[in-house]
């Protein structure tokens, strides 16, 4: 499976964003997708994640009623819209896919994607 990631750049405080992730090749076999943000000096952490069959969606408490994952399967297009940014969420954010049927027991944890795409930089300025 290859990803791509795109829609990044810089946004004010308050503002919205919508990232897209492209998937390609072996999809049919993806049971679960997630964005993950990684901000410089830190660890990559989790943001949130769907199921690629029954779109039910996860989100760590921080992004909890900004974001939205969503995903059109028949595209193989996974989008993030953000919005109300703040400054602590910029970050380089990455998409990621999970051929793991369990994924949902473990979604917010990295090793459960196997695949991931290139980082797409957002900036939130105050």
């Known amino acids: 499976v290859q990803l791509q990631a795109s829609g990044g750049g810089l946004v004010q405080v308050g503002g919205s964003l919508r990232l897209f992730c492209a998937a390609s090749?072996?999809?049919?076999?993806?049971?679960?997708m997630g964005w993950f943000r990684q901000a410089p000096g830190k660890e990559r952490e989790f943001v949130a994640a769907?199921?690629?069959?029954?779109?039910?969606?996860f989100y760590t408490d921080s992004v909890k009623g900004r974001f939205t994952i969503s995903r059109e399967r028949a595209e193989n297009i996974l989008y993030l819209q953000m919005n109300s940014l703040k400054p602590e969420d910029t970050a380089d954010y990455y998409c990621?896919?999970?051929?793991?049927?369990?994924?949902?027991?473990?979604?917010?944890?990295?090793?459960?994607?196997?695949?991931w795409g290139q980082g797409t930089l957002v900036t939130v300025s105050s």
């Open positions: 769907i199921s690629w069959t029954a779109s039910t969606p």
């Open positions: 990621a896919a999970s051929m793991i049927s369990d994924w949902y027991r473990k979604y917010a944890r990295r090793g459960s994607y196997l695949y």
């Open positions: 090749g072996g999809t049919n076999n993806v049971y679960g």
